[in-house]
């Protein structure tokens, strides 16, 4: 055939495993970026928590004090707390300057104007101003508690989101070991 003297195939230098590809480069970037995004979100997701469900709060309070008040029915300390409990609420809603004042029919009133409608009756409404401050009180234990229940249901959502360090009813319910 052929007798010509043919060198052999030069083969090309292996491929060296330094310096890495731009990709790899890349790559350990790209992840401390995705770490610092992903504890920055933590960050900012412990920063706002929600605001409590301040009805739900509410009606478990008035669970509490059905079962408390249970054995003991139409006792002047349940209206008492009854009637710190809604002075509580109210201020959830509104600002102090315009609750913290108001006693008598006008603090029922307002009460029912946060409802939106008459639910506290006329005898209710007498129950919850003087009832607390006399020495024996004769009232509808669960008549009263519905009404509370009824009324706390009636509340409009809260176009404000209070914090729960400012909030009256957190702070009772912190105080009570309870956590919402």
Known sequence: MNDLPLHDIHLPAAVSSWPPAIGWWLL???ALL???VIYKLIQLKK????????????????????????????????LRS????LRRIALSYLPRQSIASLTG??????????????????ELATLLVNAPYQANAQFNQNELLDTCKQWIKQLPEKTHQATPQNSSMAKNNRSRGEHA
Do not use: M
């Open 47 to 78: 920063q706002y928590k929600p605001a409590p469900d301040y009805k739900k709060i509410a009606l478990q309070e008035i669970k509490t004090l059905e079962k408390e008040f249970k054995n003991n029915p139409a006792s002047i300390e349940l």
């Open 34 to 36: 995705l770490g610092l």
């Open 105 to 122: 029919e006008q603090w029922v009133e307002q009460l029912n104007r946060l409802a939106g409608e008459t639910v506290f009756t006329p």
């Open 28 to 30: 350990p970037l790209i």
């Open 82 to 85: 009854i009637s710190s409990l």
